[in-house]
């Protein structure tokens, strides 16, 4: 099987429609992409299943963690260091009485044992305001990554969670 990565070729000065130029992937460079993939898929179902250990194993020890609620902020939300700090966060999402969160698209680029990587998520949220209000939050979020393999295992080293918009609405039962 032939596995591809595009590229995006830019359109010339006459205004050509642009083209898409590939190149074929080595079969440890597709693996590669397919475990970071994996990776934040996992962050996503530990996410939804409640499962803060499981999220947090998915980290480096040392690994730096970044949320910013207002992604055009120049100062972040929370700066968390160590993988045990991630604990809190993640045990957060009992808050809520459901959530489900959808990966979109994604971009990687890999050097070696390390990579750096782009990824878009819609999270909803569901939860009862203070009047018992079934209600459901929908943010659009990215995630800027710095990606380590170590031992075999592809781990986020630092994970910047930037929440672009929010919209909190009714929600039926």
């Excluded at 809520?96 to 971009?107: D, I």
């Excluded at 819609?122 to 979020?141: C, N, P, T, W, Y």
Aim: charged residues 25%; hydrophobic residues 40%.
């Amino acid at each position: 099987m032939i596995v591809y990565k595009c590229q995006l070729v830019l359109a010339s000065a006459k205004g050509d429609t642009a083209v898409n130029a590939h190149s074929a992937l080595s079969p440890q460079e597709a693996a590669d992409r397919l475990a970071i993939r994996e990776l934040v898929d996992a962050y996503a179902h530990c996410a939804d299943r409640r499962d803060a250990k499981g999220q947090r194993e998915l980290f480096t020890t040392d690994t730096h963690f970044v949320v910013y609620m207002d992604a055009t902020s120049a100062e972040p939300t929370q700066d968390l260091h160590g993988r045990d700090a991630l604990i809190p966060i993640f045990e957060n999402l009992n808050t809520y009485t459901a959530t489900t969160h959808f990966n979109g698209q994604s971009t990687v680029d890999l050097d070696g044992d390390r990579a750096t990587g782009e990824s878009y998520c819609i999270a909803h949220h569901v939860f009862s305001d203070e009047a018992g209000q079934r209600k459901l939050m929908i943010a659009s979020i990215r995630y800027l990554d710095q990606f380590v393999k170590q031992d075999g295992e592809w781990l986020f080293a630092e994970r910047r969670l930037m929440v672009d918009w929010t919209e909190t609405r009714a929600s039926q039962p």
